[in-house]
């Protein structure tokens, strides 16, 4: 081919970067988070009746009964209703905690391999001590000694797993030092600040990525856990959690309302996984 | 001529261990190196894997802190590594490397890393800096169209232009080529090196050459170290040193370059391997290889001597009744 006929070159191009089809599997996936996305922000529309209107004399009523699609509880409130503002509750916690946690945990990553030494050890003793503790107990203490609060929930959750992105960043940025590319930029004068945010964590962003598509779940499961233990999300705030806690009693009578809450984290945790796996090599141009 | 860059007995100290419980021994990989290079000048740094080479091509860039010794460019000492200073110095030092494609970004486009060092030093406008880009693609032999690839798409040898265009971009006064060509197919070396020596003495650019390939070297350098073992063992231009080489390392060196056509004659071979660089012997690394080796070279390490004609060696049999061998 010629350099000089510009359409022949496009044609090429167009060749070199096909456009991926998304496998069927990636596709539901992505459209049961967009599902869970507008349930989210649109909450307050969709839901057909507040999450606290009781009805006594619809107790109990099982699914597919008309006016309560997904049945209703034990004080007669609509299960649909209430799991709509629990898939919101549960969102923005996973999402705020998973984004601070992946940025909490990064951040020390990178500055342990930057400063070496002192810096290094502090952080990976930290590490250590958070692998080392377990976190539900650590979580049982702060929420008793401070009340339980929607903004104290997301922080404390944002600590779950920071280790992982801790060590991981740490890891890839000393052998990213070590290999070349790194040595090879900042050899070219570049600042830290440049190389780590211009270089190593696009390089490495991949593997956090994936990271994050494990700690997502686990925070959603960390936290259906504190709600189930009564100190998450408080009643009457629902959360899908809180929601599987206090179905729990009613499991041999009325399964649907621990079910339904229990199917929309499988799905949306499985969702997120093959999302995140199949975005990592997306956003990898070395492997089309 | 000025000395654009000068070291002065570098050494460089690592610590190997040996054993899970062994004790750190040191490894002394430069051992009392001094050279200069002139503004323009090419020096080949030649010896086999091992000698130190690699190690003294990163100290004269400050990349690797010198233990001992001192390294001044442009009659200042280098500042130490990662200090504002040292960085601006890196528009006028530049290296390229053994490996493009490890050296390489693999998640950028090849324009956007060949402009990564105009962004760092803030040269020129957004305009300019295209251009300079542009201008710098054709000066390496890259099409214009390649811009946007990325390093994994690209042969071999353009990778290495890529890296060589990088390392350009600033103009600087200073070029270390790591191994440049080792890595790559026969085919492909001879445009690298085709394209380095274009590149020699194009604004009083000066290089030093780190190879293993003696035909490069001789090829492409102005002057040419022999190293052994962490130490220069024979200096000097290199026509003259290739037609008489006085150390008896070099001469079994060049005599292993293979001719076209014909037969090696004369080749000297040397026995053994290296010794192990942590147990140095005394007085000439080389003597246990060595066919002129006496009781002196045992006991005394051979100094720097000036042979003549710009020449310098380190050997105590260097006015022996041992012959030159004259013929090239």
């Known amino acids: 081919m010629t350099a000089t006929n510009p359409p022949d070159l496009l044609a090429r191009d167009d060749r070199r970067r096909p456009r991926a089809a998304i496998p069927t599997a990636v596709a539901l996936g992505l459209g049961w988070l967009a599902l869970m996305v507008l349930c989210a922000i649109l909450a307050d529309l969709l839901r057909p009746y507040d999450i606290t209107q009781m009805d006594l004399s619809a107790r109990l009523m099982p699914p597919l009964t008309p006016g309560h699609w997904l049945g209703t509880d034990e004080l007669g409130r609509d299960v649909l209703s209430r799991l709509i503002q629990s898939v919101r509750v549960s969102l923005v916690i996973a999402f705020g905690a998973t984004a601070i946690s992946a940025a909490f945990g990064t951040t020390l990553g990178f500055l342990a391999a930057r400063f070496r030494g002192l810096v290094e050890q502090f952080v990976v003793m930290l590490a250590d001590f958070q692998a080392a503790l377990p976190f539900l107990i650590m979580s049982l203490a702060v929420l008793a000694f401070f009340g339980s609060s929607m903004l104290l929930l997301v922080c404390l959750m944002g600590f779950y797993g920071w280790e992982r992105y801790a060590r991981i960043a740490r890891g890839l940025a000393i052998a990213a030092g070590a290999q070349g590319y790194a040595a090879a930029v900042e050899q070219l004068g570049a600042t830290p600040r440049r190389l780590y945010l211009g270089h190593i964590l696009p390089n490495v962003a991949s593997t956090l990525i994936v990271s994050m598509t494990l700690t997502f779940p686990e925070i959603i499961l960390m936290e259906s856990g504190l709600s189930f233990l009564g100190l998450g999300v408080q009643p009457p705030e629902t959360s899908l959690g809180n929601m599987v806690g206090f179905g729990r009693d009613y499991l041999t009578t009325a399964p649907w309302i621990m079910l339904a809450p229990s199917v929309v984290i499988m799905i949306t945790t499985l969702s997120i996984s093959l999302v995140g796996d199949w975005l990592r090599d997306r956003l990898d141009p070395t492997v089309r | ?328």
């Not at chain 2, 290296?95 to 803030?122: C, F, G, K, S, T």
């Not at chain 2, 020596?197 to 030093?208: D, P, Q, T």
């Not at chain 2, 942590?278 to 009781?295: E, L, M, T, V, W």
Request: proline letters at 8%; glycine letters at 10%; one cysteine or more.
């Open chain 2, 1 to 328: 001529m000025s000395a654009l860059i000068e070291a002065e007995d570098l050494v460089r100290v690592y610590a190997t261990r040996q054993g899970l419980f062994g004790r750190a021994v040191p490894v002394r990989a430069v051992d009392g190196v001094s050279l200069r290079v002139a503004r323009g000048e090419t020096l080949g740094i030649v010896g086999e894997s091992g000698s130190g080479k690699s190690t003294l091509g990163r100290m004269l860039l400050g990349v690797d802190p010198a233990q001992g010794g001192v390294v001044r460019f442009d009659g200042a000492p280098l500042p130490d590594k990662g200090t504002p200073a040292w960085r601006a110095l890196r528009a006028r030092l530049q290296m390229v490397y053994q490996d493009p494609l490890a050296a390489l970004d693999r998640r950028l486009p090849i324009a956007r890393q060949i402009r990564e060092p105009l962004d760092i030093h803030a040269r020129g406008d957004d305009a300019a800096r295209r251009a300079r880009v542009a201008e710098l693609m054709q000066s390496v032999g890259l099409r214009a169209d390649q811009a946007g690839r990325y390093p994994h798409e690209l042969s071999g040898g353009q990778r290495q232009r890529v890296v060589i265009a990088r390392a350009l971009a600033c103009a600087p006064e200073l070029l270390v080529c790591d191994e440049p060509v080792s890595a790559l197919d026969v085919s492909i070396q001879a445009q690298v090196v085709n394209l380095l020596r274009g590149l020699r003495g194009e604004n009083g650019l000066a290089m030093v050459f780190i190879s293993h390939d003696l035909k490069v070297v001789r090829n492409l350098c102005d002057r040419v170290a022999v190293m052994y073992l962490g130490r220069i063992v024979e200096e000097g231009p290199v026509e003259r040193l290739f037609a008489a080489p006085r150390h008896p390392y070099t001469r079994a060196l060049i005599s292993s370059v293979p001719d076209p056509g014909q037969p090696l004659k004369g080749r000297i071979i040397l026995q053994g391997e290296p010794p192990n660089p942590a147990k140095r012997p005394p007085g000439c690394a080389f003597y246990p290889r060595c066919p002129q080796a006496s009781g002196i070279c045992r006991a005394e390490l051979p100094q720097m001597r000036a042979t003549g004609q710009g020449c310098r060696a380190a050997c105590h049999h260097l006015d022996g009744a041992d012959p030159v061998p004259q013929a090239a």
